[in-house]
């Protein structure tokens, strides 16, 4: 597992699988986090298996301590956008 989070935009991106392809995953799921301000989305590749999470308001959706120990990005881009991961 890896953790890529871009402090500026307060966006994290939780591979769960290494080398994630550009185009890998062909299906998503956006959900609101309950009690808080912030949105999960799942990336799946084509037999379903879950390849990532992207966190859309990081800060308050996951604990201080694995922001701290992920690797820094200075900005994924435009929100929402993660050139590294699909």
């Known amino acids: 597992m890896q953790i890529e989070y871009d402090r ?3 966006v994290a991106y939780v591979s769960l699988v290494p080398g994630i392809e550009d185009g890998a995953a062909v299906s998503q ?3 609101g986090a309950p009690g808080v ?3 999960l989305t799942l990336d799946f590749d084509a037999s ?3 390849l990532g ?3 859309l308001g990081a800060r308050a959706a996951l604990p201080a301590e ?3 120990g992920g690797e820094a990005r ?3 881009g435009p929100k929402g ?3 590294s991961c699909p």
């Open 74 to 76: 200075q900005s994924f």
């Open 29 to 31: 799921v956006t959900v």
């Open 37 to 39: 301000e912030a949105e």
């Open 8 to 10: 500026e935009n307060d």
């Open 66 to 68: 694995l922001l701290a």
């Open 48 to 50: 379903g298996q879950l």
């Open 53 to 55: 999470i992207e966190v």
């Open 81 to 83: 956008a993660l050139p």
